[in-house]
Nanobody, 123 residues
Framework: QVQLVESGGGWVQPGGSLRLSCAAS????????MGWYRQGPGKERELVAD???????NYVDAVKGRFTIYRDNAKKAVYLEMNNLKPEDTVVYYC?????????????????WGQGTQVTVSS
């Protein structure tokens, strides 16, 4: 059973910082991509940032220059450092991982989600 356990959400004033953490357990393949998504009320879940197992990163324009994603492959963990937070960053953030498992030379891709962590930015 694969699980993604998140931590680090909470309340912060505008301009403040938070760090989200997510650790995977129970995986047996390669976590080719790990990332963070967010979803506001009545909106679709959107990509915030992701990072490949080769450390290639990808960010949505709204967070470029403010958020940094990095990972620790040995710990199967991904982190999102969020600086200069704005009220519009107030939503639930979800950790995501994509795992590739090889079976008889066939690659099977699996997607996993964390339970979500609330980030609130207000004065």
């Amino acid at each position: 059973q694969v699980q993604l356990v998140e931590s680090g959400g909470g309340w912060v004033q505008p301009g403040g910082s938070l760090r989200l953490s997510c650790a995977a357990s129970g995986t047996i393949g390669t976590l080719i991509v790990m990332g963070w998504y967010r979803q506001g009320p009545g909106k679709e879940r959107e990509l915030v940032a992701d990072i490949s197992d080769g450390d290639t990163t990808n960010y949505v324009d709204a967070v470029k220059g403010r958020f940094t994603i990095y990972r620790d492959n040995a710990k199967k963990a991904v982190y999102l450092e969020m600086n200069n937070l704005k009220p519009e960053d107030t939503v639930v953030y979800y950790c995501n991982a994509r795992e590739v498992r090889m079976t008889l030379s066939v690659a099977n891709l699996f997607h996993y989600w964390g339970q979500g962590t609330q980030v609130t930015v207000s004065s």
